[in-house]
């Protein structure tokens, strides 16, 4: 019997951003903020060897997302799946064993997962984030996005397990020691979304499947996760203790999938 969809993090937040995604045979790792030798040692933190690795995926070219990937696909010869734009960029290097170019919105397949590559409004080349699929159960890994589109609500409203950026508090994001310039940027359209926007987005979906609930991407100046985990839980009127917490230095340990009829 195939095994299920699951998921984990190797950390997040502006230090280094990457997420674990299994299913049968199949093991992709989305983003890699850190070095070769760090990311080393957070996959064996949660069982997973390097070499064990089907794809990278990449959602755009921000050092927190990209730092590691070009060391870590050339010494394992790994397939790195990006958008041509984030390519462009320059930023990933030249010398990349296996790049195949990936189109928002156009699905494509990587062993026993299927993925689903969606625009997000970011201030990147052609950023995309992430919903990953076995058949019977959807992931979605939402992060790095300033504003909610109908688009955007459109292609995550079904998923049963779903990471999502919950980055900071407008308040202490004012209040706090970023430049205006910074504040601006991270506040705006194409910046990343706060608390309550996070929240507002809960409140659009159908949740009725949700199993699981990751708050992701969380700023260290300029959020705390009591705020952060309150926000969400209000929005799905739920437990606080039911959302779990991505954290910069751990990660999150493995989540199973669960199906639904």
């Known amino acids: 019997m195939k095994a299920g969809l699951r998921f984990a993090s190797l950390g997040s937040g502006s230090k280094g951003n990457a997420t674990l995604v299994e299913s049968g045979s199949t093991r992709v790792l989305i983003d890699c903020g850190f070095s070769l030798k760090e990311t080393k040692r957070r996959l064996e933190q949660q069982g997973v060897a390097p070499e064990t690795l089907t794809a990278v995926l990449v959602t755009h070219e921000h050092a927190d997302h990209i730092n590691g990937v070009g060391a870590l696909c050339r010494r394992y010869q790994l397939p790195l799946y990006t958008t041509p734009g984030t390519r462009l960029s320059g930023r990933l290097g030249n010398q990349l064993p296996d790049w195949r170019a990936i189109?928002?919105?156009?699905?494509?397949?990587?062993?026993?997962?299927?993925?689903?590559?969606?625009?997000?409004?970011?201030?990147?080349?052609?950023?995309?984030?992430?919903?990953?699929?076995?058949?019977?159960?959807?992931?979605?890994?939402?992060?790095?996005?300033?504003?909610?589109?109908p688009h955007i609500l459109r292609h995550y409203r079904r998923c049963q397990a779903l990471v999502l950026e919950a980055n900071h508090d407008p308040q202490m994001l004012a209040q706090g020691p970023y430049p205006p310039s910074l504040k601006r940027r991270v506040?705006?359209?194409?910046?990343?979304?706060?608390?309550?926007?996070?929240?507002?987005?809960?409140?659009?979906?159908?949740?009725?499947?949700?199993?699981?609930?990751?708050?992701?991407?969380?700023?260290?100046?300029?959020?705390?996760?009591?705020?952060?985990?309150?926000?969400?839980?209000?929005?799905?009127?739920?437990?606080?203790?039911?959302?779990?917490?991505?954290?910069?230095?751990?990660?999150?340990?493995?989540r199973e999938v669960s199906s639904w009829n």
């Open 187 to 254: 506040g705006g359209d194409y910046g990343h979304l706060s608390n309550q926007q996070a929240g507002d987005l809960l409140s659009q979906l159908e949740i009725n499947h949700l199993t699981h609930l990751v708050a992701s991407h969380l700023s260290e100046q300029n959020n705390c996760p009591q705020l952060a985990v309150e926000t969400l839980a209000a929005s799905l009127n739920a437990s606080s203790d039911w959302i779990c917490l991505a954290d910069q230095e751990a990660g999150f340990s493995w």
């Open 103 to 149: 189109h928002p919105e156009h699905p494509f397949a990587v062993g026993d997962l299927e993925i689903w590559p969606v625009t997000v409004p970011h201030d990147a080349r052609e950023p995309v984030q992430f919903i990953l699929g076995d058949g019977a159960r959807r992931l979605g890994v939402l992060t790095d996005l300033g504003s909610i589109t």
